[in-house]
């Protein structure tokens, strides 16, 4: 796959993604194995996660210590407005969207559950 960068996530969505999706934000880090990609009736991408996981960003005293965080299985967000790149990686295919935000398209081993605190799988 290329690395032309894209905004119609329906490409993303036809690829059917079974890997994982990893969220960067200022202050925490998101996880979770993925359950399904859609659009909905609204045209919102919906990452559904099995089960979610979060930590502190790096330099925060909950950096590397990741917890339960059932409020965070599902992300939602208007299509066409997050752009993305396709990039091949050493683990398989993966989406690089809004920054350092990743997707991996392919069934690929994640954060192991072991690891969250209050997670139970």
Do not use: C
Request: no cysteine; glycine share 8%.
């Amino acid at each position: 796959m290329d690395s032309k960068r894209r905004f119609d996530w329906q490409e993303v969505v036809d690829l059917h993604p079974q890997g994982y999706v990893e969220l960067q934000g200022d202050a925490t880090v998101i996880h979770g194995p993925i359950e399904s990609v859609t659009i909905d009736e609204f045209d919102f991408v919906v990452i559904k996660l099995r089960w979610a996981a979060e930590m502190g960003a790096m330099g925060t005293p909950t950096f590397m210590k990741w917890k339960n965080s059932p409020t965070n299985t599902e992300i939602k967000f208007p299509n066409l407005t997050a752009p993305f790149v396709f990039q091949d990686t050493e683990n398989g295919k993966r989406v690089l969207f809004s920054g350092m935000n990743i997707l991996y398209i392919g069934p690929v081993e994640g954060l192991n559950p072991k690891r969250v605190e209050g997670l139970e799988v």
